[in-house]
């Protein structure tokens, strides 16, 4: 198998261009960005299991042998940028049309601390970092349908990283789980016209204005509320005002706040079951790719 032919993704004076932005002087790399990228695709298809294979079966791409030389060439910083460059470009056709479910999740990406390495903590075993993004559901032949919110260095908090990320107003619906349940960010999103499907805490403190729906079957399961709450307990800053619906499906309780007043209940609750998705997609990144298997020990060759 040779390396794929990136002018599927971009043309080549696309790619150029992405080069130029990042290295205007035209220095000249024994190993190119662009070679890297190409070698890196075909990589994790085929599961090779470290530099040295790599160097060995991609030596005319990359126009050498040495895997030393490749391991620098992964974590040189305009290599990286070329790769962000290329990205930004990717994601201008991440256009969901209003309705759509655009579900939002983080991925860590971390490898023992026992290892050799030069990353950042991650917790007490482990060191690296992950990436926030979001990922549209049904998403149109020609879309891109994952859009990078954040790439994270070290240890991070769904909540407090997604402080200052812009989603689109009055467009898509973001389904999110419950570490982005957080007053400030539903607040924000209320206020901005953001809509969201967000699954709460089995205990979060609420107080019910009015009641939106009768308790009913919800397939096999039952809608034990639907309501419009004030959020929050009293002594808190902040109580938003939102829509609250509690639901026993099969052993699990689900608790959901979303801004959504004009859905059905049961189509808020379809909305965030189809949360699945993107945990099938993190499957086949890790998995079927091999994703989770790192060729570089340092934080910008993982970042890469």
């Known amino acids: 198998m040779s390396a794929p032919n990136s002018s ?16 205007p002087g035209q220095y000249h790399y024994h190993i190119t960005a662009d070679a890297l990228v190409q070698a890196l695709l075909a990589t994790f298809a085929l599961r090779l299991a470290g530099l040295r294979d790599i160097a060995a079966r991609f030596c005319e791409l990359l126009q050498t042998r040495n895997f030393s030389s490749l ?9 990286l940028q070329y790769i962000q460059t290329l990205i930004e470009r990717l994601q201008a056709r991440h256009c969901p049309a209003r309705d759509a479910l655009v579900i ?15 990353c950042a903590k991650f917790n007490d075993q482990t060191v690296g970092g992950g990436v926030i993004w979001c990922f549209m559901v049904d998403a149109a032949r020609g879309a891109c349908p994952v859009r990078v919110l954040k790439v994270i260095a070290g240890a991070w908090n769904d909540r407090t ?23 400030e960010l539903l607040g924000d999103w209320l206020s901005q016209g953001v809509r969201f499907v967000v699954r709460a805490q089995r205990n979060a403190v609420y107080q019910t204005l009015r009641d939106l729906g009768r308790p009913r079957r919800y397939g096999s ?4 509320l639907d309501a419009r709450v004030r959020l929050g307990c009293t002594s808190g800053k902040l109580h938003p005002e939102a829509r609250m619906i509690r639901a026993v499906v099969g052993e699990q309780v689900l608790v ?20 699945e998705r993107i945990e099938r997609f993190h499957r086949i ?8 298997h790192l060729y570089s020990f340092s934080q910008s060759g993982i970042m890469f």
Not at 10 to 20: G, I, K, N, T
Not at 71 to 79: D, E, I
Not at 221 to 224: F, L, S
């Open 285 to 292: 990144l890790k998995d079927v790719l091999d994703l989770a």
């Open 104 to 118: 939002i999740d983080g991925m860590p990406l971390t490898l023992p601390a026992t290892r050799r390495h030069r």
């Open 221 to 224: 399961g039952w809608i034990e």
């Open 161 to 183: 990283r997604m402080r200052g990320v812009r989603l689109e107003p009055r467009g898509p619906v973001y389904v999110m789980d419950r570490g982005f349940y957080a007053m």
């Open 8 to 23: 599927g993704f971009f043309p080549l004076r696309v790619r150029r261009a992405a080069w130029q932005a990042v290295q």
């Open 256 to 275: 959901i706040v979303t801004g959504e007043m004009q859905w059905s209940a049961e189509r808020v609750l379809d909305a965030y079951k189809k949360r």
């Open 71 to 79: 391991s620098h060439a992964l974590t040189r910083p305009n290599s």
